[in-house]
């Protein structure tokens, strides 16, 4: 029998818990980030096995690592197959050179991937005890609706989700505001930083226990695990048979929960040459890699990709864990990571929003291929890799840059930049029909906890 594998908190100053108790408690009591103390290794040829595995095939092999201990099998294999029941295209932009979309999930966004397979894992352990709870959540635009979709009309569950009213689009508000049932919606007077740091204070407020606060924004556990998985799937299916293949991923970054998954993965053993880490001009974390210096941009810059409009990376802390390292909330770094180590996986880059627009119009213009700012920024990074990098940018270099919103979720500017109009998925056509229910809050902790006072006794 194997031991069960334990999660710590960056504080280092709770104790280590079960994968069940980090997936429902959100963050540690002491205010860090869970972290599994021991990431399980899967042999090299493994990964070159799965390439005629289904997307969830894969998921259940690479998630069971982790949760054998916790799930039998044939739950988990349940939890796979209903969560992944959609596709994952993947794109030849030139040579060995793709795209991965991770858009076809019924929001449209990555984070579809995380937040069912989050949903289900841990309706799976409520219903064990027989527990009720109330998800809390920040969103920037994408992060909302996807746990709205996700958690949608479960028994055990009731979601809040809090958002800066004047930063998300029309559509990803609707695709909140028009789900009603157990899911409530709260827009703020404020960005997404402010919606943030009243989400944080309310799971550090006693006087909130009775309503059994948990979080499913991309500081829970059980968002990365499942975000892992894709990584092997585009291996799995486009290496070159070779044992000596390895592959660049560039990833488009704001909270950093995308990146860990990916670190995960190497962690695992997926032969990753490099990640480009992605951002916008939010470039806090390419300064860092170039200064050794960690300063937060408060308040955020407003950029036209505008779920990566993050100036404190929630995640941040995780990455500096992973590579020996403490930082606290505030991020302070306690302990120096090895930050050369850190430099030499990941090549951080910043892309500016004109840059983004170009690499929009540029790729559509020679590829026929039509991505939308986030994915923009990540090729952008990519090619920005290739001059650093220029073995990356060879012909037999496989190379994957993910695509993380379908292009109609940003009609304004994808009509601006090309002068056309992206066609809807299935998903996102109907919502203009339906109505919307929201309500609006003053930008100050008092008036939320009111309301959450107010609204669930
Ligand atoms: C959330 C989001 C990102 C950033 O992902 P992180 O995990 O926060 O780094 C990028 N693109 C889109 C479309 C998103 O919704």
């Known amino acids: 029998m194997l031991k069960p594998i334990k999660y710590y908190s960056t504080n280092l100053k709770a104790g280590e818990v079960l994968f069940r108790d980090a997936l429902l408690k959100g963050l540690a009591p002491d205010g860090g980030l869970y972290m599994p103390h021991e990431i399980p290794v899967i042999p090299k040829e493994e990964f070159f096995s799965f390439s005629k595995c289904t997307y969830d095939e894969i998921a259940y092999e690479v998630t069971r690592r982790f949760l054998h201990t916790e799930i039998p099998d044939a739950d988990l294999r349940n939890i796979v197959r209903d969560a992944y029941d959609f596709q994952v295209p993947l794109e030849k932009v030139f040579d060995r050179k793709y795209l991965m979309r991770l858009d076809q999930g019924p929001t449209a966004s990555f984070k579809d991937f995380a937040a069912r397979m989050m949903g289900r894992l841990m309706q799976f352990f409520l219903q064990q005890e027989n527990r009720k709870m109330l998800i809390l959540t920040a969103t920037s635009g994408d992060t909302g609706s996807a ?24 559509r990803q508000r609707k695709q909140m505001t028009t789900l009603h049932k157990n899911i409530q919606i709260i827009a703020l007077d404020g960005k997404f930083d402010d919606c943030q740091a009243l989400v944080k204070q309310a799971f550090s407020d006693p006087e909130l226990d009775y309503l059994q606060l948990s979080s499913a924004n991309s500081i829970n556990i059980g968002r990365l695990l ?23 991923f560039s990833v488009p970054s704001g909270n950093f929960g995308n990146l860990m998954g990916g670190l995960i993965a190497m962690k695992t053993g997926l032969p990753v040459k490099r990640f480009v880490v992605s951002t916008n001009e939010n470039d806090e974390v390419p300064v860092y890699w170039k200064t050794g210096m960690y300063q937060t941009i408060v308040p955020s810059l407003n950029c036209i990709s505008s779920a990566m409009n993050v100036g404190h990376p929630s995640n941040m802390a995780r990455i500096v864990a992973l590579y020996g390292g403490v930082m606290d909330e505030k991020g302070n770094i306690v302990k120096e990571p090895a930050l050369e180590k850190m430099r030499a996986d990941m090549f951080a880059v910043a892309i500016d929003d004109s840059h983004t627009r170009e690499t929009l ?12 700012p986030h994915g923009a920024v990540s090729w952008a990074g990519l090619m920005r890799d290739f001059e650093a990098n220029s073995r990356d940018g060879a012909p037999e270099q496989l190379c994957i840059s993910l695509e993380t919103a379908h292009p109609a979720k940003f009609p304004e500017e994808i009509r601006s930049i090309l002068g056309i ?7 996102l056509k109907d919502l203009d029909d339906k109505e919307e229910n929201y309500d609006k809050i003053e930008n100050d902790y008092p008036s939320f906890k009111n309301y959450l006072k107010d609204n669930y006794l």
């Open 226 to 248: 499942p975000q892992s998985v894709y990584y092997v799937y585009a291996f799995a299916k486009l290496n070159n048979g070779s044992e000596n293949d390895n592959v660049v």
């Open 147 to 170: 746990i709205a979709n996700a958690f949608y009309g479960l028994d055990n569950i009731k979601v809040v989700v809090l958002f800066p009213e004047k930063e998300v689009t029309d």
């Open 361 to 372: 119009s540029k790729v559509y213009a020679e590829y026929k291929l039509l991505l939308e």
């Open 421 to 427: 109009e992206p066609e809807l998925p299935d998903s």
